[in-house]
């Protein structure tokens, strides 16, 4: 060391100690704190086994004393204190006795001080043997008893590797920095006291990316297992320690809580998916979504400037054909624009039903097994059972009473609207075939539930099925079914049989009666001829020989339970019963309520076809069974899906759901042929526009497959609503319906139901529920008024799912026993179907379907959503309904006649979408719009598709010559088009063949039906004429060896074949005189040739099924179709002639031709 320099530094290192004069020069190294000196120790980049070469510099600063700064002992500082005491006192004392304590907040007082001076008088002093570290005391080991610290302050190892590894490395004496002192070893060089390696704090290697070395943990020893990693289960059992309790891990013989111990008998009920939603909104990807509306744009800008161009540049050859081809293109463009726009949002939706069944069905505070799920009514709708085959709505109640949904929360109802005897022991039948049916499907899972459906499948029965028993249980359930059906298909003529035998029994007890009172025998007696039941009564509903007060339109009101309301708990046999074909243990037995129900017609009334026909059944379910849902299903659309109910309630019962009017189901049909000619499945409608509409307010109400809300059915309002204000419905403005309004002048029209709390009722409430349903709106049935407040509670959310300004209701609430019906709830429901019942009601008109339209299904779902209401498509993985379609090329125009009839009336009427309330969506409104207007675009089609031919007949065409801007705005058109369609294509994954046939079916169905409805509305509109239709037949199913598809070759020809089959013809003879004519012309114009046969192959590529379908099985052409065309053809000619006389005369030819 150097003498001369007064300060002296001992630097000790991994490779020794060296003693260093401050004044001596030493190479600059980077240096950074070290734990183990609390900022003493540096870390020099040498190379080592951290960061590439570190290596550990303790060193010590020694200052001299001076006169100023004399350094005193531990030993001595004590002796002079204590000395310092017994003369001068305490000066604590000093500090009480002439300190003012004025108290306060947070401030000390002369009482707390006095207490505080006693404690310190109480303290004896530690050993020295002992660490001085308060709280702590460990002994000092004999290599520790030197302080580790200069100023002298004992402390143990761990508590001293405890200050070291804070972070802070002070002492908890000198409260500086520990100085550790040193001892010379043998070697005379000096060491750190701390000489267990194993003890010191070893720093983490610094990461690259510069983390800070004080954020990193240290890797320290175990003290208790030096030579080997901690072992944590180890630990846990010797010390008898526990995670403690909660939803990770629950104790099994309790845990201990400060110091006593908790017993559970059981773990509470620990579920994440409790709180999740029951449903989820998945939007369509914004790779193919944003395209799509930038597609739209760009079309909508090349139709501007497609039109601006064809207006500013007429055809001077052809005024009249350029002017009809602008007026049919910009009507087009519009009529794009209206289908368009509701496209902008379309999104998919899933339901996770594990969340449904855990929060409604049975747990273990519910012994009893009852379900808290609310209850459904269905409808089934029929009115002929010669054109709906009592066999096809036998299997689709089968498929309803088989449901994976709680038993004594299902109802069936069947409405029989022609009153038939077939369908009422039809119904008989299918009672007793579910006795064995049923219990069937819920032991093996079948799927689908309809029994004609599950035995006519290709696939093998046995996929996913376990019990040994199945196969010899499905072969006696086949046989079982195949009797099903022979008594079933047999029904008509053994009723007729038995009738017959009963007339004829009648006549003769009649005239022996009037020989008794002395009649002649040759007299005849006049017997009605009467439709007898099985039991020898005769029938109360239409008899067959159609006698007075017995007919389809006169006839009285029949309400039959066919299957009484079951119990609330499971019924399950013990024992076999050899009786039964299948063994029955440990299945559920119990048979949902069916009923049967035919409303009461007679002369002078007006019964409104199906929509009166549901709303009798609604009146009647609310007093037998009063489900707070309604499923409407049609008699061939039968439950493909056994879970399709708990995918619907999924909905409804979610967070936000008391604001769903009805979920709406797509409709998949079967029977349809491979090729899908007419566009059956309208998949284009289903997947595309129905998904689009879900994105806005919902989808629309299409007659069949849709759950409704009850009291939405009532005419209510929601509980909450939207106003939309300014441009497109920007401003919304949302506001509570809880209460009644008053004093404003929609009272007469706004219908809001009062919230009645169970508990919290006041008389207030009470008399504004009387109010809101008096008879004028309801008619005078108590029974039915009573239990609207029931099905609106039964209806709302729990209290857990409830949203602002909401009522809610307990959850458990439903889960109780059905009230049983007695005879007077039997009468009442009669009475409400009587005819007279809806005399000066609301019926109809605000209340239940309404009336006034073919399709009452729009608009009804149109006055819902126009009330604020919103509905939900439902689109299941596997398909939730499944029905038939006409294949029939007359049954699918007679159809699609029907549907464009009702739009131009909802048109016509004030249920246009122009009138609509401010709580609709403005591309809502358009959507309802365009379904008032597309049939009125089948003038324009019309007209368009004759232009090619008119063109080629003439020689002239829509432009006078075929400029480059005209080719090129024409192809940006079609090809944004067809990027549009391969878009739709995409996020709603139909096909490309669906897609073309729509187009296809599109042009069929506005060049035929589409125009004759649109005079039939006028007609309807005008003159009042009232229009008629006939239902479409219901295929039955094929027979073994029969053609399923028969019915698609057959030709039945209707007036509305003949604009089509004109069309056709019209445009194959022009293109046959164009091409003559450009061919033999001295100065021959090609490109009008092109344009004109261009349009034309247009044209036919689209008519193409619709000739198809004029040529039968064998390509043979009915007789009707060559008269057609030849009187067509005639015309035509004569029309050319007159237009294009020989001589180019047409006075001349005016004046000479005379007809024969």
Not at 749 to 769: A, F, K, R, W, Y
Not at 839 to 857: A, F, Q
């Amino acid at each position: 060391m150097e003498r001369d320099s007064p300060v002296r530094i001992t630097v000790s290192s991994s490779g020794g100690l060296r003693n260093v004069a401050l004044s001596s020069p030493v190479r600059r190294v980077s240096i950074s704190n070290s734990p183990l000196s609390g900022g003493e120790v540096r870390r020099l980049s040498l190379g080592g086994r951290y960061g590439g070469g570190d290596e550990y510099v303790a060193y010590t600063v020694h200052i001299p004393p001076t006169p100023d700064h004399q350094f005193v002992s531990n030993s001595q500082n004590s002796q002079n204190s204590s000395e310092y005491s017994k003369i001068h006192g305490n000066p604590n004392e000093n500090r009480i006795k002439d300190t003012v304590f004025t108290g306060g907040f947070n401030s000390e007082t002369r009482a707390h001080a006095r207490r505080m001076k006693s404690v310190e008088e109480m303290i004896v002093p530690k050993s020295k043997l002992l660490c001085q570290v308060d709280g702590c005391d460990e002994k000092l080991l004999d290599k520790s008893e030197k302080s580790q610290c200069e100023c002298g302050f004992r402390i143990c190892d761990d508590c001293y590797t405890d200050y070291c590894s804070n972070g802070k490395g002070v002492c908890p004496g000198c409260k500086e920095p520990f100085h550790e002192s040193y001892e010379e070893d043998d070697e005379g060089d000096l060491q750190p006291m701390m000489s267990e390696e194993k003890d010191t704090v070893n720093p983490l290697r610094k990461n690259r990316g510069g983390v800070r070395l004080e954020n990193n943990f240290s890797l320290v020893r175990s003290f208790k297992a030096p030579n080997q990693d901690f072992d944590h289960t180890r630990w846990l059992f010797e010390t008898n320690g526990t995670y403690g309790f909660g939803n990770a891990v629950w104790p099994r013989e309790g845990c201990h809580r400060g110091g006593e111990k908790y017993e559970y008998e059981n773990p509470p009920m620990f579920n994440a998916r409790r709180n999740r939603p029951l449903t989820r909104k998945v939007g369509i990807s914004a790779a193919i979504l944003s395209p799509y509306r930038l597609l739209i744009v760009i079309r909508l800008a090349a139709l501007g400037l497609f039109l601006t161009w064809r207006i500013s540049h007429p055809n001077h050859e052809a005024v009249w054909l350029w002017l009809m081809s602008v007026i049919c293109e910009v009507w087009f463009a519009f009529s794009w624009l209206l289908d368009q726009l509701p496209k902008l949002c379309p999104v998919t939706r899933s339901t996770d039903l594990a969340v449904l069944k855990e929060r409604f069905e049975p747990t273990q505070n519910n012994p009893k097994g009852l379900s808290d799920l609310p209850g459904i009514d269905i409808f089934v709708s029929t009115a002929d059972a010669e054109k709906e085959p009592p066999l096809v709505t036998a299997n689709t109640i089968l498929s309803i009473l088989a449901v994976d949904y709680p038993v004594d929360k299902i109802a069936c109802y069947l409405s029989d609207d022609g009153g038939s005897l077939v369908t009422f022991e039809a119904l008989a039948v299918v009672a007793s075939f579910a006795r064995t049916w049923v219990p069937f499907c819920r032991k093996h899972e079948i799927e689908p539930r309809n029994p004609e459906a599950y035995f006519s499948q290709k696939g093998d029965p046995l996929k996913n099925k376990r019990r040994v028993d199945f196969v010899r249980e499905r072969r006696k359930v086949k046989r079982e079914y195949d009797e099903f059906k022979v008594r079933i298909n047999a029904l008509p003529e053994t009723i007729r049989r038995r009738s017959d035998a009963c007339n004829a029994r009648e006549e003769l007890l009649a005239k022996k009666k009037q020989m008794e009172i002395g009649g002649r025998v040759s007299e005849s007696v006049k017997v009605p001829t009467a439709t007898w039941m099985s039991d020898g009564n005769t029938w109360h509903g239409t008899w067959f020989s159609g006698e007075e007060d017995h007919s389809r339109g006169n006839h009285a009101g029949i309400i039959q339970l066919m299957l009484a309301p079951p119990g609330p708990e499971c019924a399950y046999k013990t024992e076999k019963d050899p009786e039964d074909l299948i063994d029955t243990r440990n299945v559920d037995t119990r048979l949902p309520m069916l009923v049967y129900v035919s409303r009461e017609k007679r002369p002078g009334f007006d019964h409104n076809k199906k929509a009166g026909a549901m709303n009798a059944l609604v009146r009647a379910s609310a007093i037998m069974s009063n489900g707070s849902f309604i499923l409407n299903l049609d008699c061939d659309h039968y439950i493909y899906n056994s879970l399709a109910l708990r995918e619907g309630m999924c909905f409804m019962l979610d967070r936000g759901g008391d604001k769903i009017c009805y979920v709406q189901f797509p409709q998949r049909f079967e029977g349809i042929d491979p090729s899908d000619r007419y566009a059956n499945h309208n998949t284009v409608f289903f997947d595309v526009s129905m998904r689009a509409l879900d994105g806005l307010q919902g989808p629309m109400y299409v007659g069949t497959g849709c759950i409704f809300r009850r009291i939405a059915l009532y005419g209510f309002s929601p509980p909450r609503a939207t106003e939309h204000h300014g441009w497109f419905g920007g401003r919304k403005i949302k506001f509570s319906l809880k209460k009644l309004k008053k004093n404003k002048a929609e009272d007469d029209t706004e219908m809001i139901m009062p919230i009645v709390d169970d508990q919290n009722g006041n008389s207030e409430e009470g008399d504004e529920l009387k109010e809101a349903l008096i008879p004028e709106r309801f008619g005078d049935s108590s029974y039915l008024i009573d239990s609207i407040a029931v099905a609106e509670f039964g209806g709302r959310l729990i209290h857990e799912l409830r949203g602002k300004e909401s009522h809610g209701r307990p959850s458990g609430s439903l889960a109780a026993q059905r009230e049983p019906i007695d005879r007077a709830a039997i009468e009442e429901a009669i009475k409400v179907v009587t005819c007279f019942y809806e005399d000066k009601t609301e019926w109809g008109k605000r209340v239940g379907w309404i009336y006034g339209s073919i399709t009452e299904d729009v608009v009804t779902g149109y006055r819902m959503h126009n009330r604020g209401w919103r509905s939900v498509y439902c689109v299941t993985k596997r398909d939730a309904f499944r029905g038939t379609a006409p294949i029939n090329l007359t049954d699918r125009l007679i159809q699609v006649l029907r549907w464009a009839t009702g739009s131009v009336e909802i048109f016509f009427s004030k249920n246009n979408a122009l009138f609509a309330s401010r709580r609709m969506k403005f591309l809502q409104r358009i959507a309802y719009f365009n379904v008032g207007m597309y049939p009125f675009t089948s003038i324009f089609l019309l007209a368009y598709c004759i232009l090619p031919a008119l063109s080629l007949f003439s020689g002239k065409f829509i432009v006078q010559s075929l400029n480059v801007t005209f080719l090129v705005l024409l192809l940006a058109i079609t090809v944004t088009l067809s990027m549009l369609a391969l878009l739709e294509i995409r996020w709603s994954k139909i096909t490309l063949h669906d897609w073309w046939r729509n187009e296809q079916f599109w042009l069929i169905g506005g060049t035929s039906a589409h125009p004759v409805a649109v005079i039939q509305g006028l007609l309807k509109v005008i003159a009042g004429i009232d229009i008629s239709f006939t239902l479409t037949s219901k295929p039955a199913a094929a027979d073994d060896g029969e053609d399923e598809f028969a019915e698609l070759y057959e030709f039945r020809f209707t007036m509305l074949m003949i604009p089509p089959v004109t069309i056709i013809l019209m445009n194959v003879a022009a293109i046959a005189v164009g091409v003559f004519r450009t061919a033999y012309s001295p100065f021959p114009e090609w490109s009008k040739l092109l344009g004109g046969v261009f349009f034309s192959f247009w044209v036919l590529s689209h008519l193409y099924p619709f000739a198809k379908g004029l040529m039968g099985r064998r390509g043979k052409i009915s007789t009707i179709v060559y008269l057609w065309s030849m009187l067509i053809c005639i015309v035509v000619s004569l029309i050319f002639l007159y237009v294009h006389p020989p001589d180019g005369s047409r006075t001349q030819s005016m004046m000479q031709f005379r007809f024969p």
